[in-house]
């Protein structure tokens, strides 16, 4: 495996239902990154970890709960969600946040709420 | 709040021919500008990244900074269909994340 990988690549949930995303990078990265990408609407940066240390939450709402146990992993936990929620989710890795590092995308998970 | 604004297209471009895409940013202290594209459904690949006023080339690719109108643009030369896609512009100040912009999208006709 190479490079950031997500898993699961699509996911179907109700609203009452509890999931998780995964995110992995294989790159010896320090920094993780959720976004959430909506139609016609800019890339929304969610979280930052840097060194497992979540670093800045861009008041997104308790519903969703980032967890990085180490610099290679990092998960997105769901919980209660709406349907506005519903959008492309990606993870993404730098050496470092917050410099001029390149990120690198994983292939994101496609979320839907009913 | 920083912004990164461009223009959502689509910006309709022949084979062969030069496409322009541009991308104004509101935060004077930005110093490095990133160019992805994303084909549909896919998530962002990096294309460019420029960090001095001027031109960088790479390929077909030219990145274009102007810093003092805080304006940067990507050109695409000889394009080609494998080129239509949503291409975002980013932005990042000193310790700071990015700001994307919401993306052009470039349709390259046959």
């Known amino acids: 495996e190479t490079g950031v990988t997500q898993t699961p690549r699509h996911l179907v949930m109700g609203m009452t239902n509890k999931k998780s995303l995964k995110c992995e990078q294989h790159l010896g990265h320090n920094a993780m990154y959720w976004y959430k990408q909506s139609a016609k609407k800019p890339l929304e940066l969610m979280f930052v970890?840097?060194?497992?240390?979540?670093?800045e939450n861009n008041s997104v709402p308790s519903r969703f709960s980032p967890e990085c146990p180490n610099s290679s992993h990092l998960f997105l936990h769901l919980h209660t969600l709406q349907p506005e929620d519903s959008a492309l989710y990606l993870c993404?890795?730098?050496?470092?946040?917050?410099?001029?590092?390149?990120?690198?995308f994983g292939p994101g998970t496609r979320l839907t709420v009913l | 709040q920083k912004e990164v604004e461009q223009n959502s297209g689509p910006l309709s471009v022949p084979e062969g021919a030069i496409a322009s895409l541009n991308c104004t940013y509101s935060?004077?202290?930005?110093?490095?500008f990133f160019w992805y594209r994303q084909y549909s459904g896919k998530s962002p690949e990096l294309i460019m990244f420029?960090?001095?006023?001027g031109d960088k080339e790479d390929g077909r690719f030219t990145a274009q900074l102007n810093k003092a109108s805080q304006y940067v643009s990507l050109l695409i030369r000889d394009s080609q269909p494998s080129d239509s896609a949503t291409y975002l512009c980013a932005v990042r100040g000193g310790y700071s994340t990015l700001t994307f912009g919401k993306g052009t999208m470039l349709l390259v006709s046959p």
């Open positions: 420029i960090y001095s006023n």
């Open positions: 993404a890795s730098t050496q470092e946040a917050f410099n001029t590092d390149t990120q690198y």
């Open positions: 970890y840097n060194f497992k240390e979540q670093t």
């Open positions: 935060d004077r202290g930005s110093q490095s």
